[in-house]
């Protein structure tokens, strides 16, 4: 069984810094994908940044040069490290894994509880 655990969520001003961390077990192979979510009240939920199992990393025009993905195979953790915080990062941030590589759309079959992240100007 697959299990997705969120940490490293926050508040913080504009301008600031997070990391947030998702530690994954249940995958017999270290082959997935893992991708963040975020979701501001009244807003859909939408995709901030991917990191398929070959270490290819795909981000939102929104986040691009101040998120960065990675992974740490040997710690079983993806990384999201959140750089330059505006309000507009304001939101609930979701971790999800599949063996498939969705990129930034939502059709991961493994999600966490998520963390909140808030900004403040």
């Known amino acids: 069984q697959v299990q997705l655990v969120e940490s490293g969520g926050g508040s913080v001003q504009t301008g600031g810094s997070l990391r947030l961390l998702c530690r994954v077990s249940?995958?017999?192979?270290?082959?997935?994908?893992v991708a963040w979510f975020r979701q501001a009240p009244g807003k859909k939920r939408e995709g901030v940044a991917a990191?398929?199992?070959?270490?290819?990393?795909t981000y939102s025009d929104s986040v691009k040069g101040r998120f960065t993905i990675s992974q740490d195979n040997a710690k079983d953790t993806a990384i999201l490290q959140m750089n330059n915080l505006k309000p507009e990062d304001t939101g609930m941030y979701y971790c999800?894994?599949?063996?498939?590589?969705?990129?930034?759309?939502?059709?991961?079959?493994?999600w966490g509880q998520g963390t909140q992240v808030t900004v403040s100007s």
């Open positions: 999800a894994t599949d063996l498939q590589n969705y990129a930034l759309y939502d059709l991961y079959s493994e």
């Open positions: 249940g995958y017999p192979q270290n082959r997935y994908c």
């Open positions: 990191i398929d199992s070959t270490g290819r990393t």
